[in-house]
């Protein structure tokens, strides 16, 4: 090195450090040379240098802060320990030192040895910063949260503007519970120093423990303000939506957040939660196993098997659960869904492996025999599935899900159909709202009733109390099966009309066996009674969804427009249908209303620049869509022609399919609306391709749709 640079730091340092050694200048030249060797990252030789300093000079108390750690960095803490005693010995009534030595000790993991010599700092001087922010945190960590909020008091008042001093008071406040405070303290260092973003995250996390999510909403978008596009800002209010129910927000948050941090596993999470919320079960498994293949979760895998449970997908259900249990073996909440997927899949020696683990850890479970029970039912292996049923209700006498089941196994053994009775109208006492429950104890009053030993007297009885049960099963089930019992029950009491119509909904939902039945019974009705189960199962099946949406391809041989446009239907049941053309049709924004045989237009002034055919066409659809529209068909005059019924009143025909009731046609003396082809939506066939046509008006329309949604929205017409 240049001498004139070396004699240049020598000067400086020894202005600097000339009252700490004692007279020794070599003491003084072996810690220069042993600061460079450590800045160098030659400790070994640093440690020498150090070493010799204390040898020419004992009494030189820095070298010994110095050689302090130098020791513990090398391995050395015996050494260590020993210098710090030397320290103490040397410089222990200098607040300074013992602060110095409470944070050595610290490092040295002992803790009460550090907490005496804070303590003994502040008894000499009682505003050191270190000692108060150290005993501050350090009784933080012991859970001594009273004590820790008056030292970081005490800290605070000696540096009013310490950012960490509130954050740690205000997280002390949280700890004890006591939030209010907790706010007062971030908003005081918001007050101070308003661009410090913690003191409003923290604050919403406050507001969240509250449950209070608008106000923690009011502290990210603060925040946001601060940080624009920030990923985790926006992360957190995603989550903030979800936990207030509001999922719309919370998805839009959540994408935009993925979309400036597309890799983030937070928001993959939390958007993985906002789709099963939703019911969007393959979006939320993409975002979990999005997670899953960066980073090993037990939950996020437990989650996996449980969405592709929820989907039928049976074999990748079973593997995450599989690997869920490597992670956690011990977990038998994971272990009962995987039963439940095996017995899903009917592979019930499976599931009846997993449900007999359970039952050897843990044999007071009665859910875990009930599932054995139905596991051993389903391999038809009857004995040990009475077996395990019986102990279930052993365990669980008042459980309406046991008392149902085991009731429908007599029932379905038809060898003791009094003990049936009994557990299912308990099962029913006890849940009357389950209409499983009730369905299962209709049919057995409809087998009882036709059960050739069964007192006649009593068939009618019987069969009447089947209905009345049957009834209130599909009214909370709309189960195909359930419709289908309901049927029987009607055709045995010779109610060939509503027998029918039980059956043609049960074929509707998609029961197949009904559909026989419902012929059959059709040739034991008159045209009158056909023809009018007709048009109630053709209303039935307008009115049976209540929210719908879809998009509709419009190709027009006249109006205003000439080419293909598109047009967005929204229906709601009891509020109307709402109609949006595009802005190069109608005006922007504009929306037209059919309710109750009106058509209302807002803002007002579309009205006048729609083609008077369209006006015509747009009335003559809220008609068809008013509550009223069927009833006018129930006194109709009716003929056949040939596949088709045709309902004749007030002007109008409505043209059904004689092979399933939908309607074909829609006839009038201006308009006609023909449906070409349907959809198959939910548990309703609905037009795809619609053709309207006018003689009079000269015009001819074609609307065609792909698919139809639940709408999000519900209607809302405004008012004048």
């Known amino acids: 090195m240049n001498r004139i640079k070396i004699i240049f730091i020598v000067s400086i340092l020894t202005l600097f450090c000339a009252n700490v050694f004692a007279q ?68 222990g009534e200098n607040p300074k030192t013992t602060a110095f030595l409470g944070n050595f000790y610290l490092v040295a993991d002992s803790t009460q040895t550090a907490q005496n010599f804070w303590t003994k700092t502040l008894q000499m001087d009682s505003t050191n ?6 005993l501050a945190s350090q009784y933080l960590l012991n859970n001594d949260l009273p004590q820790s909020a008056t030292y970081w008091k005490r800290f605070l008042e000696q540096d009013p503007e310490s950012i960490a001093g509130y954050l740690q008071l205000g997280l002390v406040y949280e700890r004890q519970g006591e939030n209010q405070q907790a706010i007062k303290t971030y908003d005081e260092l918001i ?11 923290a604050k919403a996390r406050v507001y969240e423990t509250l449950k209070d999510y608008t106000k923690a909403q009011s502290e990210y978008k603060k925040l946001l303000e601060l940080f624009p596009q920030n990923p985790y800002v926006l992360i957190y209010m995603g989550r903030c939506y979800y936990l207030m129910d509001q999922t719309e927000p919370a998805l839009q948050t959540l994408l935009e957040a993925q979309k400036v941090a597309p890799t983030d596993l937070n928001a993959a999470y939390w958007l993985g939660a906002v789709y099963e919320r939703m019911g969007n079960i393959e979006k939320a498994i993409e975002e979990f196993e999005f997670i899953d293949k960066r980073e090993k979760n037990f939950i996020v895998i437990a989650k996996l098997g449980y969405f592709y449970m929820l989907v039928r997908k049976y074999d990748p259900a079973s593997k995450y ?44 479970i009665a859910d875990v025999y009930f599932f054995l029970g139905v596991a051993y039912d389903k391999k038809k292996d009857f004995e040990q599935a009475e077996t395990n049923l019986k102990k279930s209700l052993e365990m669980d006498p008042e459980n309406p899900r046991t008392l149902n089941y085991l009731g429908n196994f007599y029932l379905t053994q038809e060898r003791d159909l009094a003990q049936a009775k009994t557990l299912l ?31 006649r007297g009593e068939r009618t009885m019987r069969l009447e109390e089947a209905v009345k049960f049957l009834l209130a099963g599909v009214n909370y089930t709309r189960d195909p099966l359930g419709y289908e019992h309901l049927g029987d029950a009607y055709v045995a009491l010779k109610n060939y ?59 027009a041989q006249k109006f205003i427009f000439k080419k293909q446009t598109y047009l967005l239907f929204n229906y709601v049941s009891g509020e109307g249908i709402s109609l949006e053309f595009p802005a190069d049709i109608i005006l922007s924004q504009a929306k037209i209303f059919l309710k109750d045989g009106e058509t209302i237009f807002r803002p007002r002034a579309v009205e006048n620049e729609i083609d008077p055919s369209l006006l015509n066409l747009l009335n003559f659809a809220s008609q068809i869509f008013s509550g009223g529209f069927y009833n006018k068909f129930y006194n109709a005059k009716t003929q056949r022609e040939g596949d088709n019924v045709l309902y004749i009143a007030e002007g109008m025909t409505l043209v059904l399919s004689a092979k399933d009731s939908n309607v074909k046609e829609i006839r009038s003396d201006d308009i006609n609306i023909y449906i070409l082809s349907e959809l198959k939506f939910a548990n309703s066939r609905l037009p795809a391709k619609i053709k309207i046509t006018s003689k009079k008006l000269d015009f001819t329309v074609y609307l065609q749709t792909e698919k139809y949604n639940f709408a999000t929205e519900h209607i809302v017409i405004p008012k004048e």
């Open 497 to 555: 009309p509503e027998g029918w119509v039980a059956y043609w909904l049960a074929n509707e939902g998609g029961d197949t066996a009904a559909k026989k039945k419902l012929e059959q019974t059709q040739e034991n009705m008159t045209d009158d009674e056909l023809f009018s189960k007709m048009l109630f199962a053709s209303q039935t099946q307008f009115i049976r969804q209540s929210i719908l949406q879809a998009g509709f391809i419009v190709s």
């Open 425 to 455: 109208e308990s099962a029913v006492m006890k849940a009357p709202q389950n209409g499983v429950f009730l369905d299962s104890l209709g049919v057995l009053y409809y087998k009882m009733a036709i059960n050739p030993s069964s007192p």
């Open 191 to 201: 007050k101070l120093k308003p661009e410090i973003g913690e003191a409003y995250l």
């Open 24 to 91: 020794s200048f070599d003491a003084y030249k072996a810690y220069l040379k042993g600061l460079l060797e450590q800045r160098s990252g030659n400790l070994k030789a640093a440690r020498k240098d150090y070493e010799l300093g204390i040898k020419d000079d004992p009494n030189a108390f820095a070298i010994y802060k110095d050689l302090l750690y130098l020791y513990w960095q090398l391995g050395q803490k015996a050494e260590a320990l020993e210098t710090a005693q030397v320290l103490d010995k040397l410089d």
């Open 321 to 364: 659960f599989l690997q869920a249990l490597k992670i956690d073996p011990t977990n038998d909440e994971v272990r009962f869904f995987l039963g439940f997927t095996y017995l899903d899949d009917k592979k019930y020696d499976k599931a009846i492996t997993c449900f007999e683990e359970i039952a050897q850890k843990n044999p007071n």
């Open 129 to 134: 910063e270190v000692a108060l922010s150290a």
